[in-house]
Protein backbone atom coordinates (compact mmCIF):
# COMPACT_ATOMS: atom_id res chain seq x y z
CA UNK A 1 0.00 0.00 0.00
CA UNK A 2 1.44 3.39 -1.40
CA UNK A 3 1.78 5.87 1.29
CA UNK A 4 -0.13 9.90 0.49
CA UNK A 5 1.63 12.71 1.58
CA UNK A 6 -0.29 16.01 1.07
CA UNK A 7 1.94 19.38 1.81
CA UNK A 8 0.30 22.32 2.60
CA UNK A 9 -3.15 21.10 3.97
CA UNK A 10 -4.88 24.62 3.88
CA UNK A 11 -8.94 24.40 2.87
CA UNK A 12 -8.14 22.10 -0.28
CA UNK A 13 -5.25 20.12 1.27
CA UNK A 14 -7.35 19.15 4.50
CA UNK A 15 -10.24 18.51 2.19
CA UNK A 16 -8.27 15.82 0.60
CA UNK A 17 -6.89 14.57 3.62
CA UNK A 18 -10.25 14.19 5.22
CA UNK A 19 -12.12 12.48 2.14
CA UNK A 20 -9.20 9.79 2.23
CA UNK A 21 -9.81 9.43 5.68
CA UNK A 22 -13.41 8.49 5.66
CA UNK A 23 -13.26 6.24 2.26
CA UNK A 24 -9.66 4.87 2.71
CA UNK A 25 -9.50 4.63 6.60
CA UNK A 26 -6.39 2.03 6.17
CA UNK A 27 -4.23 4.11 3.94
CA UNK A 28 -0.96 6.02 5.47
CA UNK A 29 -1.28 9.81 5.21
CA UNK A 30 0.96 12.62 5.82
CA UNK A 31 -0.38 15.98 6.51
CA UNK A 32 2.05 18.91 6.29
CA UNK A 33 0.91 22.86 7.26
CA UNK A 34 3.57 25.42 8.53
CA UNK A 35 1.07 25.64 11.72
CA UNK A 36 0.03 22.29 12.94
CA UNK A 37 -1.92 23.15 15.69
CA UNK A 38 -5.36 23.31 13.76
CA UNK A 39 -4.87 20.00 12.18
CA UNK A 40 -2.91 17.72 14.87
CA UNK A 41 -5.93 16.68 16.10
CA UNK A 42 -6.14 14.48 13.33
CA UNK A 43 -3.17 12.60 13.79
CA UNK A 44 -3.72 8.90 14.43
CA UNK A 45 -2.28 5.38 13.37
CA UNK A 46 -2.74 6.00 10.11
CA UNK A 47 -2.49 9.65 9.99
CA UNK A 48 0.50 11.75 10.88
CA UNK A 49 0.69 15.52 10.95
CA UNK A 50 3.89 17.03 10.53
CA UNK A 51 5.43 20.78 10.03
CA UNK A 52 8.56 18.87 8.10
CA UNK A 53 7.91 18.55 4.13
CA UNK A 54 11.55 16.65 3.78
CA UNK A 55 9.66 13.73 5.99
CA UNK A 56 6.77 14.15 4.06
CA UNK A 57 8.61 13.33 0.67
CA UNK A 58 11.11 11.07 2.29
CA UNK A 59 7.57 8.89 3.75
CA UNK A 60 5.42 9.00 0.98
CA UNK A 61 5.44 7.63 -2.90
CA UNK A 62 2.74 10.25 -3.57
CA UNK A 63 3.07 13.52 -2.68
CA UNK A 64 -0.26 15.79 -3.57
CA UNK A 65 1.35 19.80 -3.73
CA UNK A 66 -1.87 21.70 -2.08
CA UNK A 67 0.27 25.44 -2.18
CA UNK A 68 -0.34 28.50 -3.53
CA UNK A 69 0.68 28.60 -7.23
CA UNK A 70 3.40 31.10 -6.53
CA UNK A 71 5.09 28.58 -4.22
CA UNK A 72 5.20 25.54 -5.74
CA UNK A 73 8.21 26.19 -7.88
CA UNK A 74 10.52 27.54 -5.32
CA UNK A 75 9.20 24.88 -3.27
CA UNK A 76 10.29 21.99 -5.52
CA UNK A 77 13.55 23.79 -6.81
CA UNK A 78 14.89 23.47 -2.66
CA UNK A 79 13.29 20.20 -1.99
CA UNK A 80 14.41 18.25 -5.18
CA UNK A 81 17.48 16.41 -4.14
CA UNK A 82 14.54 14.61 -2.03
CA UNK A 83 12.98 13.42 -4.56
CA UNK A 84 13.56 10.29 -6.66
CA UNK A 85 11.92 8.80 -10.30
CA UNK A 86 11.41 5.45 -8.87
CA UNK A 87 9.64 6.35 -5.78
CA UNK A 88 7.67 9.58 -6.32
CA UNK A 89 4.67 10.50 -8.05
CA UNK A 90 3.67 14.02 -7.83
CA UNK A 91 0.11 15.69 -8.26
CA UNK A 92 0.01 19.16 -8.37
CA UNK A 93 -3.44 21.35 -7.45
CA UNK A 94 -2.00 24.76 -8.06
CA UNK A 95 -3.80 26.62 -10.67
CA UNK A 96 -1.58 27.51 -13.91
CA UNK A 97 1.84 25.54 -12.69
CA UNK A 98 2.14 23.59 -16.16
CA UNK A 99 3.55 20.09 -16.23
CA UNK A 100 6.19 21.41 -17.72
CA UNK A 101 7.25 23.85 -15.48
CA UNK A 102 6.90 21.62 -13.14
CA UNK A 103 9.57 18.51 -14.97
CA UNK A 104 11.98 21.86 -15.19
CA UNK A 105 12.17 21.86 -11.43
CA UNK A 106 14.31 18.09 -11.89
CA UNK A 107 17.13 16.86 -13.51
CA UNK A 108 15.36 13.29 -14.49
CA UNK A 109 11.92 12.65 -15.93
CA UNK A 110 9.23 12.15 -13.07
CA UNK A 111 5.90 11.30 -13.16
CA UNK A 112 3.90 14.43 -12.88
CA UNK A 113 0.21 14.94 -12.38
CA UNK A 114 -2.01 18.55 -12.64
CA UNK A 115 -5.29 18.05 -10.98
CA UNK A 116 -8.33 20.63 -10.44
CA UNK A 117 -10.60 20.36 -8.33
CA UNK A 118 -13.11 22.65 -7.07
CA UNK A 119 -13.87 23.81 -3.56
CA UNK A 120 -17.56 21.33 -3.46
CA UNK A 121 -14.27 19.13 -2.21
CA UNK A 122 -15.43 20.46 0.65
CA UNK A 123 -18.26 18.82 1.02
CA UNK A 124 -17.11 15.65 -1.32
CA UNK A 125 -18.30 16.76 -4.24
CA UNK A 126 -15.61 18.00 -6.48
CA UNK A 127 -15.40 17.78 -10.19
CA UNK A 128 -11.66 17.29 -10.29
CA UNK A 129 -9.94 17.17 -14.05
CA UNK A 130 -6.47 15.74 -13.97
CA UNK A 131 -4.01 15.63 -16.80
CA UNK A 132 -0.74 13.85 -16.61
CA UNK A 133 3.13 13.69 -18.28
CA UNK A 134 4.01 10.06 -17.71
CA UNK A 135 2.81 6.90 -15.74
CA UNK A 136 5.82 4.80 -15.18
CA UNK A 137 4.86 3.92 -11.55
CA UNK A 138 1.40 2.90 -12.88
CA UNK A 139 -0.45 5.01 -10.22
CA UNK A 140 -2.81 6.52 -12.34
CA UNK A 141 -5.62 4.97 -11.52
CA UNK A 142 -4.96 5.14 -7.74
CA UNK A 143 -4.47 8.85 -7.97
CA UNK A 144 -7.50 8.95 -9.73
CA UNK A 145 -9.58 7.16 -6.59
CA UNK A 146 -7.55 9.27 -4.35
CA UNK A 147 -9.47 12.72 -5.72
CA UNK A 148 -12.63 10.30 -5.63
CA UNK A 149 -12.67 10.33 -2.33
CA UNK A 150 -13.82 14.33 -2.28
CA UNK A 151 -15.92 13.50 -5.76
CA UNK A 152 -15.45 12.03 -9.39
CA UNK A 153 -12.26 13.20 -11.65
CA UNK A 154 -12.31 13.06 -14.93
CA UNK A 155 -8.66 12.37 -16.97
CA UNK A 156 -8.25 15.24 -19.56
CA UNK A 157 -5.44 16.45 -21.96
CA UNK A 158 -3.43 18.89 -20.43
CA UNK A 159 -4.34 21.50 -23.27
CA UNK A 160 -7.72 21.94 -21.81
CA UNK A 161 -6.67 22.15 -18.27
CA UNK A 162 -7.70 25.89 -18.56
CA UNK A 163 -11.01 25.02 -19.84
CA UNK A 164 -11.53 22.99 -16.80
CA UNK A 165 -10.72 26.03 -14.62
CA UNK A 166 -13.49 27.73 -15.82
CA UNK A 167 -16.17 25.07 -16.30
CA UNK A 168 -15.68 23.38 -12.94
CA UNK A 169 -13.44 25.91 -10.72
CA UNK A 170 -14.79 28.95 -11.94
CA UNK A 171 -18.61 27.08 -12.83
CA UNK A 172 -19.03 26.76 -9.05
CA UNK A 173 -19.71 30.21 -8.23
CA UNK A 174 -21.90 31.03 -11.66
CA UNK A 175 -24.06 28.05 -10.62
CA UNK A 176 -23.73 30.22 -6.80
CA UNK A 177 -24.70 33.38 -8.74
CA UNK A 178 -27.87 31.85 -10.53
CA UNK A 179 -28.78 30.54 -7.46
CA UNK A 180 -28.52 34.13 -5.27
CA UNK A 181 -30.78 35.24 -8.55
CA UNK A 182 -33.41 32.65 -7.85
CA UNK A 183 -33.33 32.90 -4.42
CA UNK A 184 -33.69 36.64 -4.95
CA UNK A 185 -36.77 35.94 -7.50
CA UNK A 186 -38.33 33.41 -4.30
CA UNK A 187 -38.47 36.39 -1.94
CA UNK A 188 -39.98 38.63 -4.26
CA UNK A 189 -43.01 36.26 -5.26
CA UNK A 190 -43.68 35.68 -1.29
CA UNK A 191 -40.98 33.58 0.36
CA UNK A 192 -38.55 34.38 3.02
CA UNK A 193 -35.19 34.08 2.63
CA UNK A 194 -34.49 30.73 4.71
CA UNK A 195 -37.27 29.06 2.95
CA UNK A 196 -36.32 30.25 -0.30
CA UNK A 197 -32.99 28.90 -0.24
CA UNK A 198 -33.40 25.54 0.93
CA UNK A 199 -36.42 25.30 -2.08
CA UNK A 200 -33.89 26.62 -4.37
CA UNK A 201 -30.89 24.33 -3.19
CA UNK A 202 -33.19 21.02 -2.89
CA UNK A 203 -34.30 22.02 -6.84
CA UNK A 204 -30.39 22.71 -7.92
CA UNK A 205 -29.46 19.45 -6.26
CA UNK A 206 -32.73 17.85 -8.15
CA UNK A 207 -32.07 18.89 -11.31
CA UNK A 208 -28.23 17.51 -11.47
CA UNK A 209 -29.22 14.47 -10.60
CA UNK A 210 -31.46 14.03 -13.17
CA UNK A 211 -29.03 14.69 -15.65
CA UNK A 212 -26.36 12.52 -13.58
CA UNK A 213 -28.68 9.74 -12.85
CA UNK A 214 -30.63 9.72 -16.27
CA UNK A 215 -27.78 10.59 -18.53
CA UNK A 216 -30.25 12.84 -20.63
CA UNK A 217 -29.54 16.32 -21.78
CA UNK A 218 -30.82 19.07 -20.19
CA UNK A 219 -33.30 20.27 -22.69
CA UNK A 220 -34.97 16.60 -22.52
CA UNK A 221 -35.39 17.13 -18.88
CA UNK A 222 -37.16 20.87 -18.94
CA UNK A 223 -38.92 19.50 -22.30
CA UNK A 224 -40.79 17.79 -19.42
CA UNK A 225 -41.99 20.87 -17.29
CA UNK A 226 -42.55 23.03 -19.85
CA UNK A 227 -46.50 22.37 -20.91
CA UNK A 228 -48.05 24.88 -23.88
CA UNK A 229 -49.05 27.61 -22.80
CA UNK A 230 -47.42 27.16 -19.18
CA UNK A 231 -45.95 29.36 -16.30
CA UNK A 232 -42.36 27.55 -17.12
CA UNK A 233 -42.35 28.18 -20.89
CA UNK A 234 -43.61 31.76 -20.36
CA UNK A 235 -40.89 32.55 -17.45
CA UNK A 236 -38.16 30.49 -19.81
CA UNK A 237 -38.97 32.73 -22.85
CA UNK A 238 -38.69 35.92 -20.78
CA UNK A 239 -35.17 34.85 -19.49
CA UNK A 240 -33.94 33.80 -23.12
CA UNK A 241 -35.51 37.56 -24.20
CA UNK A 242 -33.22 39.63 -21.43
CA UNK A 243 -30.09 37.28 -22.95
CA UNK A 244 -29.69 34.36 -20.08
CA UNK A 245 -28.07 31.68 -22.47
CA UNK A 246 -26.32 34.13 -23.84
CA UNK A 247 -25.13 36.33 -20.75
CA UNK A 248 -23.99 32.94 -19.44
CA UNK A 249 -22.13 31.64 -22.29
CA UNK A 250 -20.21 35.27 -22.67
CA UNK A 251 -18.87 34.80 -19.20
CA UNK A 252 -17.93 31.61 -19.27
CA UNK A 253 -15.84 32.50 -22.58
CA UNK A 254 -14.65 35.74 -20.90
CA UNK A 255 -12.94 34.44 -17.76
CA UNK A 256 -11.27 31.78 -20.21
CA UNK A 257 -9.95 34.42 -22.13
CA UNK A 258 -8.50 36.26 -19.06
CA UNK A 259 -6.62 32.84 -18.17
CA UNK A 260 -5.70 32.65 -21.72
CA UNK A 261 -3.55 35.89 -21.10
Do not use: W
Amino acid sequence: MQKIGIIGCGNLGLSLLKGIREKEPKTILFGSKRNIDSIKNLQDDVTFITSNNQTVIEECDIIILALKPYTVIPFLTENAKYFSASKHSIVSVATGVTISEIESCFSVPMDIFRAMPNTASSVNESITMMALSSDNLNRKEIIVDVFNTVGETIVIEETLMESATVLGACGIAYVLRFMRAMIQGGIEIGFDAKTATKIVSQTVKGAAELIIRNGSHPEEEIDKVTTPKGCTIIGLNEMEHSGFSSALIKGIVTSYQKIEK
